[in-house]
């Protein structure tokens, strides 16, 4: 099978008096890599949603291979070997690798043969650039591990028109290199055609050959991504006015006090790991701290640690220079909030 090409043609979607996608024209070339870019509530999820047959237009046509398709659900968008690698992972984790790249197949008989099927799998493996042990179960492989093989779950059920939705927010930068330059590599020579939603304008430059902008559910701005740098890219997402009216970097005010300070703090998750290990830092009045990493990393312990939801196991938290645990009047008296 062969990269297919993909258009929309006047693509419309309406939910009431709401507008989601205003006659949209997308076209996609075959064998390579096109970034859907938007603000959330561009419209881009409705668009693939369209193609993978979760939701049906009111009004325009989808175009693969010069062939007008009717996509009314997603088994008929499997039928036509489109396929979509979501956000999040969509694997089952208390079945094994060959186990979920089957289900995604289908076909299966009341009685499966299995060292065959494992079988034909490695082979087929061995025609990707990914490697994945297939009698592991999904639960033991990490995050890598696990977007690698949602893809090439994708690929093991025939599908050529590939939809990903964000594909590296789990991903180290390498881990996420590594998975896009594959994926280029296998559209570029004829195997796949890709629709990249990525909000990361380098990801674009770097494995994107050409792009299509959203706003307000309407396309504002289309092709090769030779033609676009960030600044224009980000002046057709949300606007050039918009863009200057963004402020500027303020001066750091260096001789404000600390309002927030953790002393070697450590935290464990629900299984007993340590995920936060001898945290120190402290955030001044009028700052922002920015912490960043990859999904799985401590982040969202570190915060119900703040909030009170979980006990650290060392170190202490000090707000206004008062010692700190997270108790209700304590969040009352300092005033803490989360915005999740």
């Known amino acids: 099978m062969k990269a297919p090409s993909l258009q929309t043609i006047g693509l419309t979607k309406r939910f009431g008096d709401f507008v989601a996608l205003d006659a949209v024209d997308l076209d996609v070339r075959p064998g390579t890599v096109h970034a859907l870019l938007g603000e959330n509530g561009a419209g881009k999820s409705t ?16 175009v693969l291979d010069g062939r007008e398709r009717d996509i009314g659900s997603p088994q008929a968008a499997r039928a036509l070997g489109v396929g979509m690698v979501y956000q999040h992972f969509t694997l089952v984790p208390s079945m094994t690798v060959a186990e979920n790249f089957a289900l995604a197949r289908g076909g299966l008989g009341a009685i499966v043969d299995w060292p065959a099927k494992i079988a034909e799998m490695r082979t087929f493996m061995d025609g990707t650039p990914f490697t994945l042990p297939l009698e592991v179960p999904v639960s033991n492989l990490a995050a890598g591990q696990k977007q690698k093989a949602e ?6 059920a025939d599908n050529r028109l590939l939809i990903l939705d964000e594909p590296t927010s789990v991903l180290a930068p390498d881990e996420a290199d590594e998975v896009l330059g594959a994926i280029r590599a296998l559209a570029h020579a004829g195997r796949l055609t890709v629709v990249m939603i990525t909000h ?22 289309a092709g090769p991504v030779a033609e676009f740098d960030a600044v224009r890219l ?27 300070a953790l002393e070697g ?11 936060v290990r001898d945290a120190t830092l402290s955030v001044r009045a009028g700052e922002i701290l920015g912490i960043a990493g990859v999904s799985g990393n401590g982040q969202r312990e570190l915060v119900e640690t703040l909030l009170g939801q979980r006990e650290p196991s060392a170190g202490a938290i000090r707000i206004s220079g008062e010692r700190y645990r997270g108790r209700r009047g304590e969040i009352a008296r300092h005033g803490v909030g989360s915005l999740p």
């Not at 893809?151 to 093991?156: A, E, G, R």
């Not at 980000?234 to 500027?248: F, K, S």
């Open 47 to 62: 668009l693939v949603k369209c193609l993978v047959g979760f939701q049906r237009a009111d009004a325009g046509s989808v």
């Open 151 to 156: 893809i090439l779950k994708q690929l093991y």
């Open 200 to 221: 990361k304008f380098r990801e674009v430059s770097a494995f994107a050959d050409d792009v299509t902008v959203l706003r307000r559910g309407r396309r504002v701005a």
């Open 234 to 260: 980000a002046d057709a997402m949300i606007g050039a006015a918009r863009r200057r009216e963004l402020p500027e970097r303020g001066p750091v005010v260096q001789a404000a006090p600390p309002v927030l």
């Open 265 to 275: 703090l450590t935290v464990t998750d629900d299984a007993g790991r340590r995920v």
